[in-house]
């Protein structure tokens, strides 16, 4: 009997294993969520970064072939890097688009990380890049 | 056996009240030490998370500010040259590397008065460790902070792509004339707290008003 008492009280004043699992995984649960939130925050950042380098890089591109003459406009394409991101350009030039008279231009840039995303600019210039 | 007033029964009644009671010296260091250690890794969890926050901040703020300043200068290239009364308003009126004055005619009264939005001058400033600022008149505003000596470069092309070099000085006025394409590069550092961040971006502006001259 007195063997029982001295167990039941060393049992009151420690913790069960159940217990101490319980706070580790609680502990270790706020860890993963932090870690988690981190490096979600860490991909934003990066999506963001690349979509403005992406863009700068269609625009700059689109307004090179405004600036250009009619006739040195050509459909084509090229990479280049911005700020470190790597960017493939794909231009087209049509004629008589979208209507007589005009020329519609259209640049997409695309970038691979941190997903692969697509960017197209357009716009519409008076002439046309052929006779 | 062990009668309430027996030295075992003592023992054992003791034992009971201490362990209900209180805790050992040893539970209590133990205990503190356990609650030290989740503090500390609490404490270096936030402390991570505070540094990418910053960097995240530094960074955004970086790529931000160069593509918005990009885009407000290059807006102005777009339209400068405007001449609604064809009296022969010039586009630039200096062309550097660093330094850039485009000239337009916006109300129309066939003259550009220096001293309101219709001259707008582009230039990189060494005050304030390097700004990129820009000029509207008599007015002045930085639109891009923390940039480096270099840190802004503007280039010129012609009608065929060309560069046109402005060299040591500014182009000459016959190559100004010949201006098409504005080139902008800027290299912007942005703080937040003791992490910098860079950001390099590019841009470019077809001068619009002379794409009629075609």
Redesign the interface.
Known sequence: ??RR??G???S???FTLLEALVAIGL?AS??VV?TT??VA??RL?RA??AE??G???A??KL??L?????A?RRSGNDDTV??GVPVTRVWRVLDDQPAQGLTRLEVTSRWDRPQLTLLTLVAA???RSTP | M?GRGGP??RD?AR??G???GG?TVL?LLLGALLATL?VA??VE?LR??VA??RR?QA??AA??GA?WA?AVA?RDAQVAGSDPRRTGVVALSAAGGERAVLESDRDGDGAVDAASEERVILAWSPSASGRFVRWLGSQSMSIASLVRAGGLRLRY?D???TELVPGAGELPAADRDRV??L?LELDVTEQAGVVAAQ??????????LR??E?
């Open positions: 009997m007195s008492a001295i039941r009280g060393r009151e004043a420690g502990v706020a860890g932090a939130a981190a925050m860490l950042e963001a970064h403005a380098a863009l700068a890089a625009s700059e307004e090179e405004v600036g250009a003459l009619p040195d911005l700020d210039v008076p002439g | 062990s075992c029964g054992v034992g009971i201490l362990g209900q805790f539970e989740v890794a609490g969890l991570v998370q990418v926050a995240l960074s955004l790529t931000g593509g990009l290059a092309f009608a065929a792509g098409r394409r080139a950001a390099r971006l590019r841009a470019a502006a077809a001068l619009r794409l009629e075609r």
